[in-house]
C-alpha cells in the first residue's frame, strides 16, 4: 500500500461523505483521479478495520460495524480489547504483523466475548509502512462456506439412509412378519413360564418393523412444490406445540411481514419446523432453566447462493427461518455430527430426525445450519422463495 493511498485510508474516517455527491466539473479530470479508497473499502462486504498502535479503531467501514455490531461512531471511542480479551488470538496475530511487518494470516478463529461471538473467523493482517504501528485487518466469516460443506455432507448421508432404507424394506420385512407370526404361535401354544419370552420376540419385531417404516421416509421421491407461505406454517406449528409438547414453553415470535413465499412442499416444512420446535422444546426441560423459551423469527438475507447438483443455474436462498431456545447447548463432541443418521443424544432417540430434517431441507435445495452455545441454539434454514417468472 503506497504512503499516498495510506494518507488517503486515514482521511477517510473524518471526511464529510457528502462530499462524495458533489458532481465533477471536469469529467475527463474525475476519470484520471484516483478512486478514494475510504469509498472503496467502505462498498466493500468484507468487514475492513484499521488499527492504530495502540489498538485503537482508525477506519472501519459499513461492513466491519455490522461485524462488530458495533457503530463507527462508537468504536472511535474504544480499542480492541475492549471487544475482545487480551488472551484472544488475534492480538497475537497483530503483534506479529507489529513485529516482523508483514501480512499475517490465521483461520477458524473464535472472536468470544459479551459483546462478539463469532465462530470460524479468518483474519488477515497487514502493516502499513508509513504509518508505524497501524494495521489493516480483513475478516472473513467462513460460516456459509461450511455451512455448504456440512449441507453436502447431510446430503450424503441422507443418500445412505435412502439406500439402507430401500435394503431393510426389502429384505427384512418379510422374514420379519415371519418372526412376528410364529411368536403369536407360540404365544397362544405354550406354558406361561415361556410366554413372556413369545411376547418379547414379538414386541422386538415390531420394534423393528417401526424403525423400517420411519427409515423409509428417505426414499428418493420428488416433492411437489407450491407457493407457502412461511408464516402460516410457524403459526400452525406453533399452535401444534402448545397445545401439546411445549405446553410450558414461551414462544416469541419475529417475523417479517413482506416476505414473499417459500417454493416448496407444506407438509414437509411442517415437518422440518415442527421436529425443531420439539427439538427446541425438549431442550429447555432442564431443571436450571427458569423461563423455557423458543423464538421463532423469519427474515430475507440477500448474498446466500448455491448451486445444486443436477440443477441448471445456481439458487438464491434469501429467506432466513430460525428456531432460536434458551437451552443449555449442543456438546462439541455431538455438534459436528448432529444431522448424521443414527445420532441422538436422547436415550429413546433413534437419531433419525435431524437427518430427515437435513434430507428434506436438501430436497427443497436450501441449506441448514446451527448455532449453539451455553444458554442459545439456533436453528437457521436458508430457503429458496417463489419465482413467478419460473412458473
Known amino acids: ?135 489493516l485487518l480483513v475478516l472473513q466469516d467462513a ?81 411437489v412444490r407450491t407457493a407457502v407461505n412461511i408464516h402460516r406454517v410457524l403459526e400452525h406449528v406453533r399452535k401444534l406445540a402448545q397445545s401439546g409438547f411445549a405446553a410450558h414453553v414461551r414462544f416469541v415470535e419475529v417475523y417479517d411481514p413482506s416476505l414473499p413465499s417459500v417454493w416448496g412442499n407444506r407438509d414437509q416444512l411442517v415437518q422440518v419446523l415442527l421436529n425443531l420446535v420439539k427439538n427446541a422444546a425438549e431442550a429447555v426441560t432442564a431443571p436450571e432453566i427458569g423461563h423455557p423459551e423458543i423464538t421463532l423469527s423469519t427474515g430475507f438475507q440477500h448474498g446466500v447462493r448455491i448451486a445444486i447438483p443436477g440443477a441448471a443455474k445456481r439458487i438464491d436462498l434469501p429467506l432466513v427461518v430460525s428456531v432460536r431456545d434458551n437451552g443449555p447447548g449442543i456438546s462439541d463432541d455431538i455438534k459436528p455430527h448432529l444431522f448424521d443418521p443414527f445420532i441422538s443424544t436422547k436415550p429413546s432417540g433413534s437419531g433419525l430426525g435431524l437427518a430427515l430434517v437435513a434430507k428434506i431441507v436438501g430436497d427443497h435445495g436450501g441449506l441448514i445450519e446451527v448455532e449453539t452455545r451455553p444458554g442459545r441454539t439456533e436453528f437457521r434454514l436458508h430457503l429458496p422463495v417463489l419465482d413467478e417468472d419460473a412458473c
Open 143 to 223: 460460516s456459509a462456506a461450511r455451512a455448504l460443506d456440512r449441507q453436502l455432507a447431510f446430503r450424503g448421508a441422507a443418500r445412505s439412509v435412502t439406500g439402507m432404507a430401500a435394503i431393510l424394506a426389502h429384505e427384512i420385512k418379510n422374514p420379519l412378519s415371519g418372526i412376528r407370526g410364529a411368536a403369536q404361535l407360540l404365544e397362544a401354544s405354550v406354558a406361561e413360564p415361556d410366554r413372556e419370552l413369545a411376547v418379547l420376540i414379538r414386541d422386538e419385531a415390531d420394534r423393528i418393523h417401526e424403525l423400517v417404516d420411519r427409515m423409509e421416509v428417505f426414499s428418493e421421491k420428488p416433492i
Open 1 to 135: 500500500m503506497s504512503g499516498t493511498l495510506t494518507r488517503r485510508v486515514l482521511a477517510a474516517v473524518g471526511r464529510d461523505r457528502r462530499s462524495a455527491n458533489r458532481p465533477a466539473t471536469d469529467l475527463n479530470e474525475a476519470a484520471r483521479r484516483p478512486p478514494d479508497p475510504g469509498l472503496i473499502l467502505g462498498a466493500m462486504q468484507v468487514p475492513v478495520v484499521l488499527l492504530d498502535r495502540d489498538n485503537g479503531f482508525r477506519f472501519v467501514n459499513q461492513a466491519a460495524e455490522q461485524f462488530l455490531g458495533v457503530s463507527a461512531q462508537q468504536l472511535a471511542q474504544l480499542r480492541l480489547g475492549d471487544l475482545l480479551p487480551h488472551d484472544n488470538p488475534i492480538f497475537m496475530l497483530i503483534a506479529q504483523v507489529r513485529g516482523h511487518g508483514v501480512t499475517v494470516s490465521d483461520h477458524d478463529l473464535t472472536l468470544e466475548s459479551l459483546r462478539l461471538n463469532k465462530v470460524g473467523i479468518t483474519v488477515q493482517g497487514s502493516a502499513l509502512p508509513e504509518e508505524e504501528g497501524c494495521v
